[in-house]
């Protein structure tokens, strides 16, 4: 079993690009399942990772504020501002630019900090920036979409704050605090977390790719380079500033991925939510997870090849 889960973690890029495919395929046979069960797969994301967090993870905030800091906005400056200006190059509808937007204004993503151990970055720093980052998420997140996409669409900041609340903040404190009570049994599960996190991750892109294949399979070039060039400027930029703040390579590197790796899941559930008028708005989310676990795994081999 353990084994299993190691394989599931390992290949978790070409699981998510199979399930990507496999909606595209057959999306009669899984466009059934209704798009609300995302929240709560999100859910089981996010418990997973209160239950793999530590007090600890916190204390680089306290003793390298000044790294944490430049991470942050970093992720919250660059990542929107260029969801904003591709969305405008590239002309998308109201639709895709709604959620290329909301991509850009998530925080960092989970695996980010796989990936960061993978490319030998710093770990510490790359989990007190997840860690921040999605903290801060129930408000910059809103107020964010709303100052880059208010214009065209009607953006409820309260409710928004509160989903992100209920679906990322409420479940992750769940884990924390089971793990304080609990440890032993919460040492015993973590084994098989990344695995149980990689399938819910499966399962949110084939919900929602199969609900728009028709749609995607008509008109996705441009939203798929949309998606490409967004986490590839993500990752370039986010070492750009990394560099330019003189940070050593390994926190360079976390910085890097940090920033171009979102919690696109996040992002793809708020479109459900708050965007229900605009079906297709749920469809960079999707793209995104599928895209930046594979980016990863090659952004990580290219660090450790030229350290």
């Given at each position: 079993m353990k084994k299993a889960c190691q394989l599931i973690s390992r290949y978790m890029g070409v699981l998510v690009l199979l399930a990507s495919v496999i909606g595209l395929m057959f999306p009669h046979v899984f466009s059934q399942i209704r798009p609300t069960v995302i929240n709560p797969l999100l859910g089981v994301i996010m418990f997973g990772m209160g239950l793999t967090l530590q007090w600890d993870d916190f204390k680089v905030v306290f003793s390298r504020p000044r790294d944490v800091m430049v991470g942050c906005l970093a992720q919250f400056t660059v990542m929107p501002l260029l969801a904003w200006a591709l969305a405008r190059v590239f002309a998308l509808d109201e639709a895709l630019m709604v959620g290329v937007v909301l991509v850009g204004c998530c925080p960092g993503g989970t695996a980010s900090n796989v990936i960061t151990y993978l490319a030998k970055g710093d770990v510490a720093l790359s989990v007190g920036m997840t860690g921040v980052s999605t903290l801060l998420a129930p408000?910059?997140?809103?107020?964010?979409?709303?100052?880059?996409?208010?214009?065209?669409?009607?953006?409820?900041?309260?409710?928004?704050?509160?989903?992100?609340?209920?679906?990322?903040?409420?479940?992750?404190?769940?884990?924390?605090?089971v793990k304080r009570f609990w440890p032993v049994q919460t040492e015993k599960a973590t084994v098989y977390l990344p695995a149980l996190s990689s399938i819910a991750i499966c399962l949110i892109v084939l919900i929602i790719i199969s609900a728009n294949a028709h749609k995607l399979l008509t008109g996705g070039l441009v939203i798929i380079l949309v998606v490409i060039l967004h986490n590839v400027c993500g990752l370039a930029l986010g070492y750009l500033i990394g560099r330019l703040m003189k940070l050593d390579p390994a926190k360079r590197k976390a910085v890097s991925i940090e920033v171009g790796m979102q919690n696109s899941g996040l992002a793809s559930s708020l479109a459900t939510l708050h965007f229900a008028a605009y079906p297709m708005a749920t469809i960079p989310g999707a793209l995104f997870s599928v895209w930046h676990n594979i980016s990863g795994a090659i952004v990580a081999r290219c660090y450790n090849r030229h350290p």
């Amino acid at each position: 079993m353990k084994k299993a889960c190691q394989l599931i973690s390992r290949y978790m890029g070409v699981l998510v690009l199979l399930a990507s495919v496999i909606g595209l395929m057959f999306p009669h046979v899984f466009s059934q399942i209704r798009p609300t069960v995302i929240n709560p797969l999100l859910g089981v994301i996010m418990f997973g990772m209160g239950l793999t967090l530590q007090w600890d993870d916190f204390k680089v905030v306290f003793s390298r504020p000044r790294d944490v800091m430049v991470g942050c906005l970093a992720q919250f400056t660059v990542m929107p501002l260029l969801a904003w200006a591709l969305a405008r190059v590239f002309a998308l509808d109201e639709a895709l630019m709604v959620g290329v937007v909301l991509v850009g204004c998530c925080p960092g993503g989970t695996a980010s900090n796989v990936i960061t151990y993978l490319a030998k970055g710093d770990v510490a720093l790359s989990v007190g920036m997840t860690g921040v980052s999605t903290l801060l998420a129930p408000l910059l997140t809103p107020l964010l979409v709303l100052l880059l996409a208010g214009h065209s669409v009607d953006v409820d900041v309260a409710a928004m704050f509160l989903s992100i609340l209920w679906v990322v903040i409420l479940p992750i404190v769940a884990g924390l605090i089971v793990k304080r009570f609990w440890p032993v049994q919460t040492e015993k599960a973590t084994v098989y977390l990344p695995a149980l996190s990689s399938i819910a991750i499966c399962l949110i892109v084939l919900i929602i790719i199969s609900a728009n294949a028709h749609k995607l399979l008509t008109g996705g070039l441009v939203i798929i380079l949309v998606v490409i060039l967004h986490n590839v400027c993500g990752l370039a930029l986010g070492y750009l500033i990394g560099r330019l703040m003189k940070l050593d390579p390994a926190k360079r590197k976390a910085v890097s991925i940090e920033v171009g790796m979102q919690n696109s899941g996040l992002a793809s559930s708020l479109a459900t939510l708050h965007f229900a008028a605009y079906p297709m708005a749920t469809i960079p989310g999707a793209l995104f997870s599928v895209w930046h676990n594979i980016s990863g795994a090659i952004v990580a081999r290219c660090y450790n090849r030229h350290p």
